[in-house]
């Protein structure tokens, strides 16, 4: 189902195509009267998008997979948090997940750059030949970039209407009791350290984004973020991350 398909539909419905497949303890938060006007902002925005740019460029992901982060994790069972930019840009590589791409995909440098340091960092990491990471939310690792949606080729032009919903998201998981760690990884997710609740519970990481271009800056690789996310997680009586995709 493309965004072409439903962007006539009125605003409510649209949520509620957005919505349908979220774990079903998510709607108390998404159903009020502020989320709804947040939502509206980025619909109007797509609406206007799919009219000016439909012949040429798509909107990714298409409307099912916009939440595919939380469709099987509930709040509180999220141990960790990995804060992407916006989802990846070009055909048939974004799906709802930070990072991930669907395993018939060449892996994206950024991705390349995580494995990476997954082998310095993880005893028994073997590079997986796909880049499908949705067996970390098994885990209870949710996958979360900052923007939902992106126009094709056109990084970026969406962040700003899905920031405020991203940051209350982050803001509502932060308030759960369980112990988390945030893995923030580029500007445009250390801002969300603004938006987690300073309590003994979150845990947050930081480092450069492990594009190309930022991670070869230095402050990437050498981060150990997935063994210093499993200590924190042990030494809080947390079950550790399994990392391994193979």
Known sequence: MKWKEIINLENDEII???????????????????MKELFNSVINEIRCEVEL???????????????????????????????????YHQPNQAMGLSFSVPENIKIPPSLVNIYKE?????????????????????????LL???????????????????????????????????KVFML????????????KN?????I??????????ANRGGWFGCKHFSRCNEILTENKVKPINWILN
């Open 205 to 214: 990481l930081e480092a450069n984004h492990p594009s190309p271009l930022s």
């Open 118 to 142: 997954l082998s310095t960092d993880i005893d028994g990491w073997d590079s997986p030949k796909h880049g499908d990471l949705t067996k970390w939310m098994d885990e209870k690792v949710l």
């Open 199 to 203: 309590n003994n519970k979150n845990h």
């Open 16 to 34: 509620n195509k957005l919505l349908e497949n979220v774990n079903p303890s998510w709607l108390d938060f998404f159903n009020n009267n502020q």
């Open 53 to 87: 740019f439909d012949e040429h460029l798509e909107i990714f992901p298409y409307p099912n997979l916009v939440f595919n982060a939380i469709k099987d994790l509930s709040p509180k069972d999220i141990k960790v948090i990995i804060l992407g930019q916006d989802p």
């Open 145 to 179: 970039n900052s923007s939902l949606t992106v126009l094709q080729s056109k990084p970026m032009r969406h962040m700003k209407h899905w920031k405020p919903i991203t940051d209350k998201i982050i803001e509502f998981i932060s308030e759960m009791p369980q112990t």
């Open 185 to 196: 990884w580029g500007n445009s997710s250390k801002v969300k350290k603004n938006y987690i």
